[in-house]
């Protein structure tokens, strides 16, 4: 079985472009064998996230549900060079180890280029401080990158899609080498064991 992925939309609205970016991501996950859930801040309590209520049973719910994942693949809007005030509510609700050993993927979109530093300069810093064992390059595109119909579902540019399929790699190959190294200690673990009950 492989290892769980949360995939966390970080979009004050829906439907948006992040988050159809982010369920992407998330296909291509599926397509290589992962597992992932889905988590929608906007799901969220408003009054419980803004007030940092963590008796919530929802907060708390979500809480566990990045507790639980393996890798989390985080998408945001990006506003005034900055990622949304609700992705940060629900990041300021998550202990300071809220994201302690897992992979961290990053994903943005913007009306222009000139918003690309923001998840570098704002975001990263932020997923880092939570104990994020790694941050993978971040993706950004500009809304022109990234178009919906309803007949013809999501077409995104070349270039983003070239990048989404590298991003998607990296994460997949991590995350099985993480699985390996885990399955690999707890094999000699089990033999250490042996030997000190023979």
């Known amino acids: 079985m ?27 996950l599926a397509a ?40 989390v693949v985080v998408s945001t809007p990006v506003y005034k060079a900055a990622y949304s005030g609700i992705l940060k509510a629900f990041l300021d609700v998550l202990p300071q180890d809220g994201l302690s050993g897992k992979l961290v993927l990053p ?3 913007g009306g222009s280029q000139s918003h690309m530093l923001a998840l570098d300069y704002a975001l990263r810093p932020v997923l880092s401080a939570l104990g994020a064992r790694y941050v993978l ?13 309803a007949g ?13 399929a590298t991003g998607v790699e990296h994460l997949s190959a991590s995350l099985l080498s993480q699985r390996s190294s885990a399955q690999a200690e707890t094999a000699s673990a089990s033999v250490l064991r042996m030997r000190c009950n023979a």
């Open 152 to 164: 013809d579902g999501l077409a995104l540019d070349p270039a983003i899609a070239q990048r989404i």
């Open 32 to 71: 290589l064998g992962h597992r992932h859930q889905a988590l929608h801040v906007l799901d969220l309590p408003a009054r419980a996230l803004l007030q940092a209520d963590f008796g919530d049973a929802g907060i708390m719910a979500a809480k566990a549900q990045v507790a639980q994942a393996h890798a």
């Open 137 to 149: 390059p971040s993706i950004y595109a500009t809304d022109a990158q990234v178009n919906w119909s």
């Open 2 to 28: 492989m290892t769980s992925i949360l995939l966390l939309a970080g979009s004050p609205s829906t439907p948006s472009r992040s988050t159809r970016l982010l369920h992407y991501v998330g296909e291509r």
């Open 107 to 109: 994903l943005a979109t």
